[in-house]
């Protein structure tokens, strides 16, 4: 079956302009994760949602960041007022529900703030 | 909250050989542990994991062990061959949230 798509792929953008990704998860995952990845290093968790409950926005660096979900579909994370730190991968995982399942990941979006 | 500690950061071995990675974590309630490979350019992919009610888990060449009570975990993977070529991540999560805390990633590099 078709796995997690994101769009865009690639992103640049103009630091101040505001962005956002789109996450598409697998079919029948309730669990939907953002996760940020700078050049050269590890992902970094930055949001989690699970069915109905409320999401898990400890790992959002600012205000700046916000993300969104209906239902069991798709996601949007936007950053407003984007600076150049800003600039990495943006990855979204989705897993069926219950803790300890294997999250599978999109392609990710590349965003660069210039 | 959890912390995730990875080492080495980078691993250059003969093709053949085998390779270590460790990892520590400081949340003792975490309970699930998976590593995903990263190649270049491409989204991560989960290769192997391991839950706290086991010590040990293999997979072919690829093989992870767990001490709960050192709260560390490693992956081995033996006969290495070019194509294990990748970045390498550990991650630790608890069962009543999915979020995955990761390790900082190992540049491994199996030369022919």
């Known amino acids: 079956g078709a796995g997690v798509s994101q769009s865009p792929s690639n992103k640049v953008t103009e630091k101040g302009k505001d962005v956002e990704l789109r996450c598409d998860p697998i079919s029948g995952h309730t669990a939907l994760y953002w996760y940020r990845q700078r050049l050269g290093q590890g992902l970094e968790f930055l949001i989690y949602f699970q069915g109905n409950s409320a999401p898990d926005k400890s790992g959002l660096p600012s205000d700046r960041f916000s993300a969104e979900r209906t239902g069991e579909s798709v996601s949007t994370l936007t950053i407003q007022r984007t600076q150049q730190e800003d600039s990495a991968v943006y990855l979204c995982a989705s897993s069926p529900p219950g803790g300890g399942r294997e999250q599978f990941f999109g392609p990710g979006t590349r965003l660069t703030v210039l | 909250g959890e912390n995730v500690e990875q080492h080495p950061s980078t691993l250059s071995v003969q093709e053949g050989d085998s390779a270590v990675i460790k990892c520590t974590y400081s949340?003792?309630?975490?309970?699930?542990f998976p590593w995903y490979k990263q190649e270049l350019g491409k989204r991560p992919q989960l290769i192997i994991d391991i839950r706290s009610n086991v010590g040990e888990k293999k997979d072919q060449r690829i093989a992870v062990t767990l001490n709960k009570t050192a709260k560390h975990f490693s992956l081995h993977i033996t006969e290495t061959q070019p194509e294990d070529s990748a970045v390498y991540f550990c991650a630790a999560s608890k069962s009543n949230t999915g979020k995955l805390i990761f390790g900082q990633g190992t540049t491994l590099q199996v030369k022919p």
């Open positions: 949340d003792s309630a975490s309970n699930y």
